[in-house]
């Protein structure tokens, strides 16, 4: 604390009793805004590990098992399944990690108390949801979608010199060959990287609004887990024809089928869907959770 | 300056703030006293717009926390909650404070060496002692060079040497002019710190007043005297315009007598005395007798109510367990249940 000279400290004297002036810090201080809660929410978030850990454990699972599955495939007769959907298998397991990230952005901050901290420096909450949401969407988007797009050449190297059996036609399977090479059309490889890079980060800044709901890790992520795998496993239980609707529904609103229709693998009868309008669904969802979040932040104590 | 007005938090049924209204000013210290439980921590929370009160307003320099534009050059506070993600250095920990209010990264490493902590600026606080967190606390209320600092019980686990240094940061802040607001439940730390005194007891304003009256009006003095003809005594004393009282032990306690003046009547008069001594109360009790009435958590204690308070030496610290005096011997403390039987 270094002996400061106030300026007009004698004019001050006359408003303090105590005939000491008010401090003014040397410091220059800016007027904050939304760029300084972006700038301080990307030095939090690369500063824990949690980051580091579930990012690398994504990428790993992406393109480790998408290397391995086509690795085990390309030495096989064509089976029908488009060029690049081998990729949802690892992203099927990688979007976990990316849904406990999201959820942990928000939740560890309530865990440690930080969240006091944060909350005193940026007393504007809106602002701090709103740029962790930003900067963990564009982290997790950009990250999902390079593990995609590895994951998407490793496919199409490995797999496009697959046999055609001479009873596959262009029309009855998903996948199209030319000139005696399975290749994918341009819908696809956007589906199966940006598209899947774009469906995993949503879901994981779902999983970040419902931890600012529910603000405790361990519930918002069981949460998530059970809004992503749920509606599907219990559709697979659902027999007979009573069922059906129920059951047509769960599949087709299930978030893995907006994920598996994005690889143009969708599991509902509807083969020509390409994941996009569930992908847009999705972000209608999320907004108006964040909105929900948003609301309760302003209203909550913390 | 902060300013309550009226401020009121209602947690279901219970008034955890009731009605405060104080304003704390730049350049003193003003201490924020009050039994555990008093609504201390609340308060504060409600000052830095974490908290939303029921009731009533809370400003600092005029404005409500959400409408302050750099915060942290505003207040800097320290809360009983550190209030830091363990897994996050030190250093991005202030840094990231920093940038959220515009302050310069040159900032974070002066404050570090400040409260000390430059050696462990790279560790992560999760493996921090007690009073190693503290100092991270501290640095980052100190992060934007605010006008006012709040402390929520600072000296919790700091060593001797931690509790000097804070005693000094904090008066020393004061004297720049600052607005130092810092909270304690002992008494005997606030004596040393603070000029200024709120004491708060259940979540009402029980005092507002400088130390120095606090002590003057509260630090009662009054001479002990033991006897074997305490009759006799009494009426020397009552003669010469004294009010002796009987104490617990059965000695004789005059209250503001002098000890050399009771002595020479007690020669003139040829009583014998065994004892003639000068009592002084602590601080410590004359808090304790202040707030008895609004302690929320009591320790079972004889004389908690305000009959018989223990006797220690001013400034010393409280007995282990806040409020529990040593029995004081001929006195037998009353059997368990007899608060019972005469309540019903």
């Keep these: 604390m270094s002996t400061q000279q106030y300026e007009g400290q004698a004019a001050g004297q006359a408003n303090w009793p105590n005939g000491i002036a008010p401090y003014n810090s040397p410091i220059p201080m800016a007027r ?6 972006l700038v301080s929410e990307w030095t939090k978030i690369r500063t824990v590990r949690s980051t580091v850990w579930t990012l690398s454990v994504m990428f790993v699972l992406v393109v480790g098992i998408g290397l391995l599955t086509a690795m085990a495939l390309s030495g096989d007769d064509y089976t029908g399944m488009p060029l690049l959907s081998s990729g949802l298998f690892g992203l099927m397991l990688g979007q976990l990690c990316v849904i406990t990230l999201g959820v942990l952005v928000v939740t560890s901050e309530y865990g440690t108390g930080m969240i006091r901290t944060t909350l005193t420096a940026c007393p504007q909450r809106g602002r701090v949801l709103l740029a962790k949401a930003v900067v963990f969407f564009v982290l997790a988007f950009v990250m999902t979608t390079l593990a995609c797009t590895l994951t998407a050449l490793i496919n199409s190297a490995l797999l496009s010199d697959q046999t055609r059996p001479s009873y596959v036609s262009d029309s009855n399977f998903g996948g199209s060959f030319e000139g005696g090479k399975l290749v994918a059309s341009g819908g696809e490889w956007l589906g199966a990287t940006v598209g899947a890079g774009l469906y995993v980060a949503l879901l994981g800044l779902l999983s970040l609004a419902v931890g600012a709901l529910l603000r405790h890790s361990a519930g918002a992520i069981t949460t998530m887990m059970g809004v992503v795998l749920l509606p599907l496993v219990m559709a697979l239980f659902m027999a007979g024809e009573a069922l059906k609707d129920v059951r047509d529904f769960l ?30 669904g999705l972000a209608v969802v999320t907004l108006i959770i964040l909105g929900v979040a948003y609301a309760l932040l302003h209203k909550r104590d913390v | 300056m902060i300013e309550l007005e009226d401020l009121t938090k209602r947690y279901g049924d219970k008034l955890a703030v009731d009605g405060l209204s ?11 006293l009050g039994p555990n439980g008093a609504g201390k921590s609340t308060t504060m929370r409600m000052v830095l717009g974490l908290d939303a009160p029921t009731r009533g307003d809370v400003r600092i320099e005029g404005k409500h926390y959400g409408e302050l534009r750099e915060p942290l050059n505003s207040i800097g506070a320290l809360l009983e909650a550190k209030g830091v993600h363990g897994g996050r250095r030190a250093y991005d920990h202030l840094l990231c404070l920093a940038q959220s209010n515009g302050i310069p990264e040159r900032r974070v490493g002066e404050v570090l060496e400040m409260v000390g902590l430059q050696e462990v600026a790279r560790k992560r606080p999760k493996g921090f002692s007690l009073g190693m967190g503290q100092r991270l606390g501290i640095a980052a209320a100190l992060l934007g060079d605010p006008r006012i600092l709040m402390f929520d019980e600072p000296v919790n686990g700091l060593d001797p040497e931690g509790i000097h240094w804070i005693r000094n940061l904090m008066q020393q802040l004061a004297r720049e002019g600052r607005t130092v607001f810092v909270s304690s439940h002992l008494m005997s730390e606030m004596a040393q710190t603070a000029e200024h005194l709120v004491v708060i007891g259940q979540g009402k304003l029980l005092a507002d007043t400088s130390m120095s009256q606090f002590i003057a009006e509260n630090s009662r003095t009054h001479v002990r005297v033991r006897t074997p003809e305490p009759e006799r005594m009494r009426d020397v004393l009552v003669e010469a315009g004294l009010r002796p009282v009987t104490g617990g032990d059965g000695a004789l306690e005059v209250d503001g007598g002098e000890a050399p003046r009771i002595g020479e009547l007690a020669a003139a008069n040829g009583v014998v005395l065994h004892e003639l001594s000068t009592q002084r109360a602590s601080l410590e009790e004359a808090f304790m007798r202040l707030t008895a009435q609004s302690v929320e958590y009591h320790a079972y204690a004889p004389g908690a109510d305000g009959t018989q308070l223990p006797q220690t030496p001013p400034g010393a610290a409280p007995p282990p367990g806040g409020a529990a005096p040593p029995p004081q011997p001929g006195q037998a403390p009353p059997a368990w249940g007899e608060d019972w039987k005469r309540g019903r």
């Design chain 2, 22 to 32: 104080f304003t704390v000013r730049p350049g003193t210290v003003t201490g924020f």
């Design chain 1, 32 to 37: 904050t805004h939304l760029g300084h809660a």
């Design chain 1, 251 to 280: 599949l087709e609103y299930s978030p893995l089928n907006g994920l598996a229709s994005l690889y143009r693998i969708p599991m509902t009868e509807d083969q020509d869907a390409t994941g996009w309008p569930l992908l847009g």
